[in-house]
Each structure stands twice: as structure tokens, then as C-alpha cells.
């Protein structure tokens, strides 16, 4: 009887591990959104620095290698790496002319994942590991932060504050632009917002 059970369970697995078809993730869009931590900002209206953020949402498409299959999130890096990310503003910002590129070093990323709870501040928020652009992109090129993890999480949210919080500036607008290795760029662009 015992034979008979070691050998279902063999096929099993065998079966299971056969049917598994990994999915590459591929940026299709990227969005962009004010906000005073979680809350999305829709109208003009002043915010303070320290608790405003750009809600970074990128758009993605699980690539399936063998279509015949279904898909299962698992396989890591994009299917076109990340080449470049810069920040613009219609206003001077950071010491830096309206329509030039902002050091991307004036800002922090990190990505919420986790439950939204009514006591959602700036206590809670200060416990995300925080990176520079440059360092993220590098994560989500390589996916470095799931080495351990035998589960693939690709998050496609994440939120960028400003590393140094003294800004101030009225009707300003920040766009994105992310440019890939195979050449696909993408833009996104905030709405008005006024920063104290």
C-alpha cells in the first residue's frame, strides 16, 4: 500500500511541476497620482511636503513563454529592463529650472504592501524601507529583494516622497518618463497641486 502511495504522489508532483509555466512581467503604461500618503488628491489643492507623495502605478502585462498553458507568476526580471527614469516639473523645483531634469536623488521610493487601516500616518508609513531611484530601478530589473522568497512578488505600486521635505511650490506638476531597454518610453504626468 505503501508503494502505491509513494508512487501516486511522485506523478503528482511530476504533473504539477510539469504544468507550471512561469510568466515574464512587462511594463505596458505607467500612472501617476498626488497624494497625501494612501489618499489620491483628484483637484488642486495645498498639501504639505512632508506628507505628499506621487503614487507611482505601473502597468503590467504577464508575458506567457508557452502559450498553451496558463499563466503562473513566477519568473523573475522584466521582459525589457528599465534603461532610464527621470523626473520633470513645470516649475522650479529643487533649485532646478522648470523643464529640466530633476537628481533623482531629491526623492525616495518604496512600495505598500500591506492592509489600508483608518490609522494610516505618518508613523506607519515611516516603517517602508525606503530607496533611491537608482537602487530601485536595479530591484525591479534583477528583482533582488525576493532572492529568499520561493514566492515571486512583483509589485506594481509604489509611492516616491521627496528626500528633502523644505519644498515648496504652487501649481506644480511633476511628469515621469521611464525608457526602456527595447526602446518603449513611457510618460505620466500629476495634476496641479500646490506644495507648502
Do not use: H
Amino acid at each position: 500500500m505503501k508503494k502505491y502511495y509513494y508512487i501516486t504522489s511522485i506523478i503528482f508532483l511530476q504533473l504539477l511541476f510539469s504544468c507550471k509555466n512561469n510568466c515574464t512581467p512587462d511594463i505596458t503604461g505607467v500612472n501617476l497620482t498626488n497624494s497625501i500618503f494612501l489618499t489620491p488628491i483628484d483637484s488642486l489643492k495645498s498639501v504639505d511636503a512632508n506628507s505628499y507623495r506621487i503614487e507611482l502605478r505601473l502597468d503590467i502585462d504577464e508575458i506567457n513563454k508557452r502559450r498553451d498553458k496558463d499563466c503562473i507568476k513566477g519568473e523573475k526580471g522584466l521582459k525589457s529592463n528599465i534603461k532610464e527614469l527621470s523626473i520633470v516639473s513645470n516649475t522650479n523645483i529643487f533649485n532646478i529650472m522648470a523643464g529640466e531634469k530633476i537628481n533623482l536623488d531629491n526623492f525616495r521610493i518604496y512600495d505598500y504592501a500591506g492592509l489600508i487601516s483608518d490609522d494610516y500616518g505618518e508613523d506607519i508609513d515611516a516603517n517602508f524601507k525606503r530607496y533611491r531611484l537608482n537602487e530601485w530601478i536595479d530591484i525591479i530589473n534583477n528583482d533582488y529583494r525576493d532572492a529568499y522568497d520561493s514566492t515571486y512578488k512583483f509589485y506594481n505600486e509604489f509611492y516616491i516622497e521627496f528626500s528633502d521635505k523644505n519644498q515648496s511650490a504652487n501649481n506644480v506638476k511633476f511628469k515621469l518618463i521611464i525608457t526602456l531597454m527595447n526602446g518603449n518610453v513611457f510618460e505620466a504626468e500629476t495634476k496641479p497641486i500646490n506644495i507648502k
